[in-house]
T-cell receptor, first 115, second 115 residues
Framework: AQSVTQPDIHITVSEGASLELRCNYS??????LFWYVQSPGQGLQLLLK??????LVQGIKGFEAEFKRSQSSFNLRKPSVHWSDAAEYFC?????????????FGAGTILRVKS | KAGVTQTPRYLIKTRGQQVTLSCSPI?????VSWYQQTPGQGLQFLFE???????NKGNFPGRFSGRQFSNSRSEMNVSTLELGDSALYLC??????????????FGAGSRLTVL
């Protein structure tokens, strides 16, 4: 079955440290890939997306993600975390027409930033 | 330009009642999707509408229904509420209903509590 896995439910990093959030997907073809962020009590905000081309994509707030076809992964990275980055992060995959172009979300990773 | 507006933001209902939630998409966006977010199940796709037609539907019982109006505004209805329907209901809009165009912009959500 098509699925999106975010293996880390919680991650805690120190302010100023680097961050990597993992995302793996199960889908036969190359999907469209997204990372969203959700602050408490808010909706989801798009951080970045990958459709095609360069496998390293830049997003807002200093985030980047790398698509690795061989590993079916789309990990999110940031070189230096700020306290305001504390939030929940969702990886999402748009499946193809055979699945109605549906967007499937991972379970999310809660990021805590310690000072 | 204005974002995705969801009303009401918070509501409390009792079991057996019904509820209607409203979503006004970004101006010019013709596709509206609805998601249910709960701590246990994460983000679950409910349905998607485009040009007043339901294009895609998730695995929810018939108590969950929706519709879209000619101005692209959408409503979802849940009848015979159950305790398990307590959740954050998120609406998202996008420009079109084609592969790779599903860059969703989310509203802040409607928080439903069923007592």
């Amino acid at each position: 079955a098509q699925s999106v896995t975010q293996p880390d439910i919680h991650i805690t990093v120190s302010e100023g440290a680097s961050l990597e959030l993992r995302c793996n997907y199960s889908y036969g073809a190359t999907p469209y890939l997204f990372w969203y962020v959700q602050s408490p009590g808010q909706g989801l905000q798009l951080l970045l997306k990958y459709f095609s081309g360069d496998t390293l994509v830049q997003g807002i707030k200093g985030f980047e993600a790398e698509f690795k076809r061989s590993q079916s992964s789309f990990n999110l990275r940031k070189p230096s975390v700020h306290w305001s980055d504390a939030a929940e992060y969702f990886c999402a995959v748009e499946m193809g027409m055979e699945y109605g172009n549906k967007l499937v979300f991972g379970a999310g990773t809660i990021l805590r930033v310690k000072s | 330009k204005a974002g995705v507006t969801q009303t009401p933001r918070y509501l409390i209902k009792t079991r057996g009642q019904q509820v209607t939630l409203s979503c006004s998409p970004i101006s010019g966006h013709r596709s509206v999707s609805w998601y249910q977010q709960t701590p246990g199940q994460g983000l679950q796709f409910l349905f998607e509408y485009f040009s007043e037609t339901q294009r895609n539907k998730g695995n929810f019982p018939g108590r969950f229904s929706g519709r879209q109006f000619s101005n692209s505004r959408s409503e979802m209805n849940v009848s015979t509420l159950e305790l398990g329907d307590s959740a954050l209901y998120l609406c998202a809009s996008s420009l079109a209903y084609t592969a790779g165009a599903n860059v969703l912009t989310f509203g802040a959500g409607s928080r439903l509590t069923v007592l």
